[in-house]
C-alpha cells in the first residue's frame, strides 16, 4: 500500500502513520509542519491545504492507493472540498475523519449509521450552520457534514467515513483523560457526576487508526461510527485512573442538578460528563462486523498514564484549557455537600 495521510503530526494522524510504517507500507505526509512531528521513515510534503498551489503540487507527488484525512477538523466544507478535487487524479479511495455530530440527533438521542444527518452544501464556507440554544446541533456538526458531502461528491463509492464519539490514548491534546488522571493522582476527595454506573465508551486512538488503515486497504464505501464496543461505568474509569496513579483520593458523587447548580460545565469543567441521554449510546456494530476491534478502556488509561510519567507532551491546543474544574471550585461544591 502506499498512502497518503493529510495531517499526521500529532495524536490520531500520528498513530495512523506510525501503524501505517508497521504494516510495512510506503506513506506520504502532508502538512504544514507548524505542530508535532512526523516518525521517520515518512516521505513528508510541505504545504497548506487552503492553498491551490501547494495542493496541486502535492497531487503532483502522487499516485496514491487511498488517503486518509485526520485533519479537517477545523477545515469549511468548501476547503475539503477544494482537497478532494484536487487530489481526485492521484488517490484511489478517500478516509476519512467525521464525527457523531453529524447526526440530528446527538447527543440526545441513540444513533446508528441510518441516523438523520445534517444537511449542509458541500461548498459551504466556515460560516454556514449554528449551533442551537442547548448545544445541539453544532455549527461544527454542520461544518463537518458539509465535509462529508464533498468527499462524497468527488469520490463517489471510493469513501469510507469515519464518526468517532470520544478518542483518547497516548498523546491526547484535548485533555480528558489527562486531566483525570493528574486529577487522580493529586488525591482527595474527588467531585464526580453521578450516577457512578453510567457508561460511557470512548475509543482508543491507536484502534481508530487500524480501522482506518484497514478500511483504506478495502474496496468498496460506507460510513461507520466509531466507539467501544465495551462500554465500562465512570465508577470503572475513575477507580482505574486511580489505581494507576496511585491517588490516594476518593470519589464523591454529586447529583447532576447540583453540578448544575454551581455552574459545572458539561463535557468541559467535568470531562466526560453529559446529562444528555444519548451522548453513550453510539451503535458501533457496523464497524465492528467490519474489523474495528477495542482494546480495553483500562488499557488505554494505564497507557496514557505511561506516556505523562514518560513526560509525554501533547501539541499545544486551546481545547486543553476547557477541560476540568479548578481545585477552588471544586472544594467549594464539596464544601457544599458537606463532604
Aim: with cysteine.
Amino acid at each position: 500500500m502506499r498512502i497518503l495521510v493529510l495531517g499526521g503530526g500529532w495524536f490520531l494522524g500520528r498513530a495512523v502513520i506510525e501503524g501505517a510504517l508497521a504494516r510495512g507500507w510506503d506513506v506520504t505526509a502532508f502538512n504544514r509542519g507548524r505542530s508535532g512531528c512526523v516518525p521517520e521513515g515518512v516521505e513528508t510534503v510541505r504545504g497548506d491545504r487552503t492553498s491551490d498551489a501547494d495542493l496541486k503540487r502535492l497531487a503532483q507527488a502522487g499516485l496514491w492507493d487511498a488517503v486518509i484525512d485526520t485533519s479537517s477538523g477545523e477545515m469549511s466544507p468548501r476547503t475539503v472540498l477544494a482537497a478532494a478535487e484536487a487530489l481526485r487524479p492521484a488517490v484511489g479511495r478517500w478516509v476519512h475523519v467525521s464525527t457523531v455530530s453529524v447526526y440530528w440527533g446527538w447527543p440526545h438521542q441513540p444513533l446508528t449509521e441510518e441516523s438523520a444527518l445534517l444537511e449542509a452544501p458541500a461548498d459551504a464556507d466556515e460560516s454556514f450552520g449554528y449551533t442551537g440554544a442547548d448545544g445541539s446541533p453544532t455549527k461544527y456538526g454542520f461544518q463537518k457534514a458539509g465535509a462529508e458531502k464533498a468527499v462524497c461528491q468527488t469520490f463517489g463509492g471510493d469513501v469510507v467515513i469515519l464518526r468517532p464519539g470520544v478518542i483518547l490514548g497516548p498523546g491526547e491534546y484535548v485533555g480528558r483523560l489527562p486531566w483525570w488522571l493528574r486529577r487522580a493522582e493529586r488525591g482527595g476527595a474527588i467531585l464526580a457526576a453521578a450516577p457512578s454506573s453510567r457508561p460511557i465508551q470512548p475509543v482508543d486512538v491507536r484502534d481508530v487508526a487500524a480501522f482506518a488503515l484497514d478500511q483504506a486497504a478495502r474496496t468498496g464505501g460506507g460510513a461507520f461510527n466509531i466507539a467501544h464496543s465495551a462500554p465500562i461505568s465512570i465508577e470503572e474509569f475513575l477507580a482505574h485512573c486511580l489505581a494507576v496513579t496511585g491517588g490516594a483520593g476518593r470519589v464523591v458523587w454529586a447529583d447532576p442538578a447540583e453540578l448544575e447548580r454551581h455552574g459545572v460545565r458539561q463535557w468541559t469543567e467535568m470531562p466526560l460528563w453529559r446529562t444528555a441521554s444519548g451522548v453513550w449510546s453510539v451503535d458501533a456494530s457496523r464497524a465492528v462486523a467490519a474489523g474495528l476491534s477495542c482494546r480495553p478502556l483500562t488499557t488505554t488509561i494505564s497507557d496514557t498514564w505511561n506516556w505523562l510519567k514518560a513526560d509525554g507532551r501533547p501539541v499545544a491546543h486551546p481545547r486543553a484549557s476547557e477541560h476540568g474544574i479548578a481545585a477552588d471550585k471544586e472544594r467549594e461544591i464539596l464544601a457544599a455537600l458537606a463532604c
